[in-house]
């Protein structure tokens, strides 16, 4: 089964584990959507009356694996945490890590561990959806609201990495000047990912090649929603805005990225005297 090699949970009278796996890249993002961070439900196991209820949280630099055991009344609740990178694709758990607690001697352990790895994500329809490497299947983790819900299979391709494949391809037109072309591939990409804010941001430089501004401000304005710290998308929007002749909202886009620490937004706003 894809959920136990993907979260390993082993549930035998008074012990619980949850591994953290990995696998290789969805997409080729370098920013994180902020809907990430947060808590999100795994599993819920029953046996011979006891409850084990399994959540992975995620932070900026970590990530944390929780269980609560819970027996006749009796409660305990253990955490792993590892340090991680979090990438718009990836979750690299950089140290394995666990813990153990045990409300009694024998009668009621309850464990946790994350293991060294990546594990591949996308969040869609406002669901966490992991992958491993190579393998056309997913699992999609929820957010309970009060109620738990554990994650359960999903399948979004027979190729999880198609859409990644799809923007290199077009990365690589545009690089010859191939804009049609270009365009067409991150076109493809978007259907089958429409959160691809690198999608959006490389079809938004080949609008703007080709002199049609207007495409690529509404492709920025895409890609920052995906991504609202994307310097690049703050300034390839304000460079559309300029030619656009909406010189306000260019130089506020351009002093957005030059605070992202963007040379060539910077190098601008400082010839024109602007300050940012």
């Known amino acids: 089964m894809f959920l136990r090699r993907i979260l390993l949970a082993t549930f035998i009278v008074a012990a619980t584990v949850i591994t953290l796996a990995g696998g290789s890249s969805w997409a080729d993002e370098s920013g994180v959507n902020p809907e990430l961070y947060g808590t999100w439900d795994v599993m819920e196991l029953k046996n011979v009356g006891m409850t084990g209820q399994f959540t992975l949280t995620i932070k900026e630099n970590q990530v944390m694996n929780s269980c609560t055991c819970s027996f006749q009344g009796y409660k305990v609740s253990v955490q792993a945490v590892s340090p991680a990178v979090i ?19 024998g009668f009621l352990q309850c464990s946790a561990s994350v293991k060294k790895g990546t594990m591949q994500y996308q969040l869609i329809d406002g669901k966490l959806v992991l992958a491993e ?50 365009i067409g591939e991150y076109n493809k990409a978007l259907k089958i990912n429409p959160r691809s804010a690198v999608a959006y941001y490389n079809r938004s ?29 703050y300034y390839s929007r304000g460079v559309s805005y300029w030619h ?22 910077q190098d601008f706003l400082a010839s024109m005297g602007i300050k940012w």
């Open 205 to 233: 430089v080949a609008y703007t090649s080709k002199g049609q501004y207007d495409k690529a401000v509404t492709d920025c304005s895409s890609a920052l929603q995906l991504n609202p710290s994307d310097a690049n998308s």
């Open 87 to 105: 990438t718009a694709n990836e979750i690299r758990v950089l140290e394995a890590s666990s813990d153990m607690k045990e409300y009694s001697p």
């Open 133 to 182: 490497s190579g393998k056309g299947e997913a699992m999609a983790l929820s957010r309970s609201g009060g109620k738990f819900i554990s994650a359960v299979p999903y399948k979004k391709s027979k190729d999880p990495k198609l859409d990644l494949a799809y923007t290199k391809r077009g990365t690589a037109y545009l690089k010859k000047g191939r804009y049609d072309e270009a």
């Open 244 to 265: 656009l002749g909406s010189k306000n909202q260019a130089i506020k886009d351009l002093q957005s990225a030059a605070k992202l620490k963007h040379k060539g937004a």
